[in-house]
Structures are given as structure tokens and as C-alpha cells.
């Protein structure tokens, strides 16, 4: 069983940066695929940026493009959300993702909470 933890998260201003970590545990973490996802108030849980197993590989939603940066330390089995020029949009609960070719189905952290205001 994977268990997943997130930190990180907090308030900023708009434009501010926030970097966000999840720390995986639990199976061997260069197997992973690994994915954060938000959700805000009243929306829809959404796929923000995923990172393949082998870190080669990298998808990111529109509205995060050219400001989210995805990595991953297989060292430390960590992987890190970058997130710079945040915007109020921005707003809502970040969970990160676990998947592999080696088991079905998938795991979830327990969130961590970002906020966007003046």
C-alpha cells in the first residue's frame, strides 16, 4: 500500500510562489507515476501536472503552463510542485496522485490547502 503526504501548503499573495511536496511511501517510488491534482470550493476535483515513473515525461493543465513545475527526487521519493505567479484562481485543496503498471487503481494524500489573496 502507497501512502502518500503532502506539506507545504499556506497562504500568499497573488503572484507570490509556494513550492509543494509529497512524500511517498510504501512501494518503490521510481515505479510510480505520480500526479497533483486540486480542488476548489464547489468544483470538481482537476488534474493539475503529472510526472511519468521515470521523470522523462511531463504534462501540465492549461492553466498552469509556464507556471508549475513538476519534479520528482527518487532519492528522497519525493515529488515537488513548483508553483510561481499564483493567482487567486489558484485557490484549493492540492492532493497528490499514485499510479503503476504494477498494481490497479491508485492512492491519494491526504491534500494540503493553498490559498491566494491580498
Known amino acids: 500500500q502507497v501512502q502518500l503526504v503532502e506539506s507545504g501548503g499556506g497562504l500568499v499573495q497573488p503572484g507570490g510562489s509556494l513550492r509543494l511536496s509529497c512524500a511517498a511511501s510504501?512501494?518503490?517510488?521510481?515505479?510510480?507515476?505520480l500526479s497533483w491534482y486540486r480542488q476548489a470550493p464547489g468544483k470538481e476535483r482537476e488534474l493539475v501536472a503529472f510526472?511519468?515513473?521515470?521523470?522523462?515525461?511531463?504534462n501540465y493543465a492549461d492553466s498552469v503552463k509556464g507556471r508549475f513545475t513538476v519534479s520528482r527526487d527518487n532519492a528522497k521519493s519525493t515529488v515537488l510542485l513548483q508553483m510561481n505567479s499564483l493567482k487567486p484562481d489558484d485557490t484549493a485543496v492540492y492532493y497528490c496522485?499514485?499510479?503503476?503498471?504494477?498494481?490497479?487503481?491508485?492512492?491519494w494524500g491526504q491534500g494540503t490547502q493553498v490559498t491566494v489573496s491580498s
Open positions: 496522485y499514485a499510479s503503476s503498471r504494477r498494481f490497479s487503481g491508485g492512492y
Open positions: 510504501g512501494f518503490t517510488f521510481s515505479q510510480l507515476s
Open positions: 510526472i511519468s515513473s521515470s521523470g522523462g515525461s511531463t
